[in-house]
């Protein structure tokens, strides 16, 4: 597999563009279900994956072809992503209660477009919990959660893609995990 | 009952698979008596595993297409050297098609003038060559762009090439007699000569 990423990006860097098209395909829901989780919005994490794809093409001269390409590529989605959270402050979020109302929030005001069986429902219901209570981790946490327990990554490679020290990535997951442990407690 | 100093931070590095052999024996015995420390365990292999759940999403359809249309163009060369490297066997056959008829074109272009094979015997008059009553020639006879006429006998093939060739009754040919008037019969001509070549080759081989 990294042998032929290796492959792929030589062929990039003589400008053969085509073979970028199936490094994208290879690491494409990787790198959508990265920013998703982190930013818990699709629209925003197609755009930040997009560009995160882009970047690294542009920038594809200046990776060292003897390291691991995910850890690169994923550590310019995670910047991307954790800019994205740091320069927009949402002016609303769709679970802040609507004024006005008894406890109704902003989910309650969007229309579901198809009728699902309720144990479907159910799940997405869980599943939309999780990635609520994943959006309100301190985002700083929330990179390592997400590097962590959705791309299963190891300490030592999330410790390479965010650029800190492994000790800061043990003590941001313990404080992630009690972080968690509190909001999960309940569902 | 008090717990140990550090059971929480033991708990995490069980979940790293971090800690070590004296520590973890230690977790698990107080575990097993405390149930305090036991369900604030598993609230946190619960959240875990909670998150661990999310079901695993695909990116949106269409999406490489979308990255590959906001790159920046690439050079007009590498793309068609990779059109090459991808259709080896086209290349290779194009490449053949092209060379095969440039060389033919130019056998066949340099070809109008009359010439025949030299055999003794033969009487040439006016691009005719005639096979004269009585004579016997031995090979074969090849005449480019003039006719031929066959009085005598010929042992061995005739092959006519912009030209035509007359059997007197009284003619008689051997071999094999062969006209040949437009491009494409000379081209398919030189073809099968090469192919009758090269399975000669391979017969004399064995």
Request: charged fraction near 30%.
């Amino acid at each position: 597999m990294e042998a032929l990423i290796k492959k792929r990006i030589k062929q990039v860097l003589k400008g053969d563009q085509s073979a970028y098209g199936e490094i994208v395909e290879i690491y494409k829901d990787k790198v959508f279900q990265l920013c998703y989780r982190i930013l818990g919005n699709r629209h925003e994490a197609e755009d930040m994956a997009q560009e995160a794809f882009i970047r690294a093409y542009i920038n594809i001269s200046s990776f060292n072809i003897d390291l691991k390409f995910s850890t690169w590529l994923y550590r310019i989605a995670t910047n991307l992503c954790i800019d994205r959270i740091r320069k927009k402050k949402p002016d609303y979020y769709l679970d802040a209660e609507v004024s006005g109302t008894d406890g109704l929030t902003m989910y309650s005001q969007i229309a579901s477009d198809s009728i699902l069986p309720e144990d479907e429902i159910e799940n997405l219901e869980l599943q939309e919990t999780i990635q609520r209570e994943i959006t309100k981790l301190p985002e700083k946490y929330r990179s390592v959660i997400v590097l962590k327990y959705i791309e299963e990554l190891s300490l030592n490679e999330i410790s390479e893609i965010l650029d800190i020290p492994l000790g800061t990535v043990k003590t941001r997951i313990h404080r992630g995990r009690e972080a968690l442990r509190h909001q999960l407690r309940n569902v | 009952m008090k717990c140990p100093d550090n059971i929480v931070l033991y708990m995490h590095e069980y979940l790293d698979e971090e800690i070590d052999e004296h520590d973890e024996e230690l977790l698990k015995k107080h575990l097993q008596t405390c149930p305090k420390c036991q369900s604030y365990f598993h609230e946190l292999e619960k959240a875990i595993a909670l998150v661990q759940s999310t079901s695993h999403i695909q990116a949106p359809s269409n999406f490489t297409e979308n990255v590959m249309a906001r790159l920046p163009k690439e050079k007009r060369r590498v793309s068609v050297n990779r059109w090459f490297r991808h259709h080896p066997l086209l290349t290779a056959a194009s490449l053949f098609i092209i060379l095969m008829t440039g060389s033919l074109l130019s056998t066949w272009n340099k070809d109008h003038e009359f010439s025949v094979t030299k055999q003794p015997n033969l009487v040439v008059h006016n691009n005719t060559v005639i096979v004269p009553e009585g004579e016997v020639i031995k090979g074969d006879i090849t005449v480019r762009n003039g006719d031929l006429q066959i009085e005598g006998k010929v042992e061995g093939d005739v092959t006519v090439i912009n030209g035509e060739n007359y059997l007197a009754s009284a003619g008689n040919v051997t071999g094999e007699i062969k006209e040949v008037n437009e491009v494409f019969e000379w081209i398919w001509y030189h073809v099968k000569k090469t192919s009758k070549e090269l399975v000669s080759v391979f017969q004399d081989k064995d």
